[in-house]
């Protein structure tokens, strides 16, 4: 058992995902009780299979009760309404069924001409700066236009829209709560893979069960970590290795089973149209040297500041 460790605390994601510290607890306590200050705590899981286990059964760990934070969310007191991810069946199926109807591969697919073209919008101001911030200005407007070209959003409603969703994935950060071929899918898996978007949700024990030989008890909270399984070396080859022929690539930073990411295929088709314009237009594009600033929040895992420059 390694010494106490809280990953609720957000200092340990100051320099990005703590890989060591999630090495070794899927090697000495894969199934770790968490505890916090308050005298509470929560189940953290860190390897690949058992993250699965808790996805695929939605039954036993649930989504409704206490929401997908680490922390308990109470909607009856808050007034703030569900998201289809805090939600179970019967509910959870009925609206997840409306919204796929709008993200069949076909309809995907229809918003690769716009999004190359507004991607490259975007590009076009950037390379007008001798610096420019990524994240706002060019790839963070690519799903938020994309989305409103989807939802018939007018041009003038975008940009709030853009503020909203960023206030709403900042979640505890001071600054925001205020068809390629095989071999580039490949790749833009492995980036998925690599950077991980969403660190950990939470579930809630319906019942009481077990996870490898680990009881759990009804109203236990379990936190799957997918930034830790998808590093996990049971399933990867050199797993901190990027590697952008990796195949197969069984990464679960869509998540996994009922909850499964609506979005990802969208999410893939923007990644593989932001990297070709990009490198198609400036493969010499670089890093520049200013500070990168990382987001600030539990579960999501990005950055709020990536200086680059286009033009050498």
Not at 153 to 176: K, T, W, Y
Request: glycine letters at 8%.
């Amino acid at each position: 058992m390694p010494e106490k460790i809280d990953l609720s605390d957000l200092g340990l994601f100051a320099e990005g995902t703590p890989d060591e510290v999630f090495r070794r607890l899927r090697r000495e306590s894969p199934i770790y009780w968490n505890e916090q200050s308050d005298g509470s705590g929560f189940w953290a899981l860190t390897r690949h299979a058992d993250v699965m286990q808790v996805s695929r059964d939605s039954e036993t760990f649930g989504s409704e009760r206490h929401g997908i934070m680490i922390y308990d969310e109470s909607f009856e007191t808050s007034g703030r309404e569900r998201t289809m991810l805090e939600m179970d069946a019967p509910r959870h199926t009925r609206l997840r069924a409306l919204v796929s109807r709008g993200m069949k591969p076909r309809k995907i697919l229809e918003l690769e001409e716009f999004a190359r073209r507004r991607f490259s919008e975007e590009l076009d101001r950037c390379a007008e700066l001798s610096e420019c911030n990524f994240v706002v200005d060019v790839a963070g407007t690519l799903p938020v236009q994309v989305i409103s070209e989807m939802m018939g959003v007018p041009e003038s409603d975008r940009r709030h829209l853009g503020l909203l969703a960023n206030r709403i994935q900042g979640f505890d950060d001071p600054e925001l709560g205020g068809g390629g071929g095989s071999e580039n899918s490949d790749a833009i898996e492995e980036m998925i893979r690599w950077t991980t978007p969403i660190h950990h949700f939470r579930r809630t024990a319906t019942r009481d069960t077990t996870i490898a030989g680990q009881p759990i008890r009804e109203h236990d909270r379990v936190v799957v970590w997918y930034s830790s399984a998808n590093r996990d070396e049971l399933v990867f080859t050199e797993p901190f290795r990027f590697d952008i022929a990796r195949a197969p690539n069984d990464h679960l930073a869509f998540g996994f089973g009922s909850h499964y990411c609506l979005g990802a295929n969208l999410a893939r088709l923007e990644a593989r149209v932001a990297f070709e314009e990009l490198l198609a237009r400036f493969p010499e594009y670089r890093m520049a040297e200013s500070h990168v600033e990382r987001l600030e929040s539990g579960p999501i895992r990005g950055a709020l500041r990536l200086p680059v420059v286009l033009r050498g």
